[in-house]
């Protein structure tokens, strides 16, 4: 066989597992705790390295929320269900669009997302319903998936207080 038509045939084999995998990247994947999706999808359209947000970020902290799962009261893990399918879903038109998208564009809307996610799936309640011990237990938690260095950029500081002052506001 002629080494143009092998490279054809490669392509074309390429091209009908990325069709697979993007209507796995745009439907079911979607729904689940699979942090793989952020690997496999989102990384596989954009290819932005260990450091860009679907790896560095995305994949990182999922993976950590769903190996520290049990750590949290049930309230923190309905949280933490909800918000991992949440923060995926926002990123379905970047995986759609990704032809149209940057990088910079994808941890723009991934970073956006955060807070939405975050109080839309009762994280404002996992400090005020919960009974004292539940609190310090989701506090535990937290401290042992999030790293401190991790929220010294501007972008960082502003989803805390963006989230701070939504929950403000729920109360209100």
Do not use: R
């Not at 045939?9 to 729904?31: A, P, S």
């Not at 596989?44 to 520290?68: I, L, T, W």
């Amino acid at each position: 066989m002629k080494p143009q038509i092998s490279v054809f045939i490669i392509l074309v084999l390429l091209g009908l597992t990325q069709c697979y995998d993007k209507n796995y990247c745009l439907n079911e994947g979607l729904q689940n705790n699979d942090c793989g999706w952020y690997i496999n999808c989102l990384e596989d359209a954009y290819n932005c390295g260990p450091k860009g947000y679907p790896v560095g970020y995305g994949y990182k902290y999922c993976s950590k929320f769903v190996e520290k799962f049990n750590k949290f009261s049930p309230a923190g893990q309905k949280w933490i269900d909800g918000t991992l399918t949440c923060l995926k879903q926002s990123l379905k038109d970047a995986l759609i669009h990704s032809d149209d998208m940057t990088c910079a564009d994808v941890n723009k809307i991934a970073f956006n997302s955060h807070p939405k996610c975050y109080v839309q799936n009762g994280f404002c309640e996992l400090f005020t319903k919960q009974d004292i011990h539940e609190i310090y237990e989701t506090l535990l938690a937290l401290l042992q998936v999030y790293q401190v260095k991790d929220f010294l950029s501007i972008q960082s500081i502003k989803q805390v207080i963006t989230v701070a002052f939504d929950c403000l506001q729920k109360k209100i």
